[in-house]
């Protein structure tokens, strides 16, 4: 005797085929809505401590020079032209492990890398030049290209370098630097101090004033 099946509606197997397939979208569609923040939260974070890094970087190289150079800073020559010699983006160089000092070449591409803020996305913004950096050294590294000391300054108060604008490699007194600090990372601007800690603060953290230990403006 043959088998029967039972007689099934193609419309009904194409409906539900439907159903699921919208519900697999709506499904999907949430799921974004849910995953797209938490990715973007990772990726400042990330962002975040990688700069955080740099930064710690640089302060670690720069406590490594003062400790072979008599606790001088490197030296700063906060405007234009300047030779390499007076600039603490290729004097800080061997103390980071990069030998090479050559304005161009693997040496100038490395510390660019260290001197690149990673929350910053045109690549006119990042450094491209052997002065330029996202990170600028602090008041107490002096502008004349001389080394500076930090006697009379209180060093874990004292800012050594802070994230700044267009490339700036050195803080100016003129702007007032309280007011052109860019605030990347959660509204906030990332540093280190003269002791080699770091930390994030936000606006109003940044103290308006030259008399200030923060800024290291005065010993």
């Known amino acids: 005797m043959p088998a029967h099946f039972p007689h099934r509606d193609p419309r009904s197997c194409r409906a539900f085929s439907l159903l699921e397939l919208l519900a697999g979208i709506s499904i999907t569609a949430l799921l974004a809505a849910l995953l797209l923040p938490m990715i973007v939260r990772m990726k400042t974070q990330a962002a975040e401590t990688r700069c955080l890094a740099n930064l710690r970087t640089l302060a ?29 983006t290729v004097e800080l160089r ?10 161009t070449g693997a040496g100038m591409e490395q ?41 009379g300054r209180k060093a874990s108060a004292t800012v050594m370098f802070m994230e700044s604008k267009d490339r700036l490699r050195s803080m100016y007194a003129t702007p007032l ?16 101090f003269l002791d080699g800690h770091t930390e ?20």
């Not at 061997?94 to 304005?103: S, V």
């Open 60 to 88: 670690q190289g720069t406590l490594l020079y003062q400790a072979e150079n008599g606790g001088l800073l490197p030296p700063n020559y906060a405007f234009s032209g300047g030779t390499p010699e007076q600039i603490w």
């Open 94 to 103: 061997p103390y980071l492990k990069i030998d090479d000092k050559g304005r």
């Open 111 to 151: 510390m660019a890398k260290i001197l690149t803020c990673p929350a910053i996305s045109q690549p006119a913004d990042k450094p491209s030049k052997w002065w330029e950096s996202n990170y600028a050294a602090g008041l107490c590294f002096g502008s004349d290209g001389s080394p500076q000391r930090i006697a």
């Open 177 to 192: 630097p309280w007011e052109s600090v860019p605030y990347r990372h959660s509204d906030a601007v990332q540093m280190a």
């Open 200 to 219: 994030a603060r936000k606006q109003a953290d940044i103290p308006k004033s030259f008399d200030d230990p923060f800024w290291g403006a005065k010993p």
